[in-house]
């Protein structure tokens, strides 16, 4: 069984930044794309940031130039560093990877950003 466990929400002041983490543990014989989604109050979950197994990125375009997504390939972690917070941020983050030819899940991380 596989898992992915997000870590590194919060509330931070606009302009503010965060860091969010994800683990992917149980057994795993292919992970290839990993990335974050978010959803916000009352709205759609939304693609947030890709990073593939080969390393290419890829973002939503209202976080380009704020937001960083990074992977450890040795330890099977993805992160996404979020800079210049703004208010519309505010959403659950949730971790997804592609692994063993499935779509797995993390359970989601709050983060606010308060005005």
């Known amino acids: 069984q596989v898992q992915l466990v997000e870590s590194g929400g919060g509330l931070v002041q606009a302009g503010g930044s965060l860091r969010l983490s994800c683990a992917a543990s149980g057994r795993i014989f292919s992970l290839n794309d990993m990335g974050w989604y978010r959803q916000a109050p009352g709205k759609r979950r939304e693609w947030v940031a890709t990073?593939?197994?080969?390393?290419?990125?890829n973002y939503t375009d209202s976080v380009k130039g704020r937001f960083t997504i990074s992977r450890d390939y040795a330890k099977n972690t993805v992160a996404l560093q979020m800079s210049s917070l703004k208010p519309e941020d505010t959403a659950v983050y949730f971790c997804?990877?592609?692994?063993?030819?499935?779509?797995?899940w993390g359970q989601g991380t709050q983060v606010t950003v308060s005005s």
């Open positions: 997804n990877a592609h692994i063993n030819f499935g779509v797995n």
């Open positions: 990073i593939t197994s080969g390393g290419r990125t």
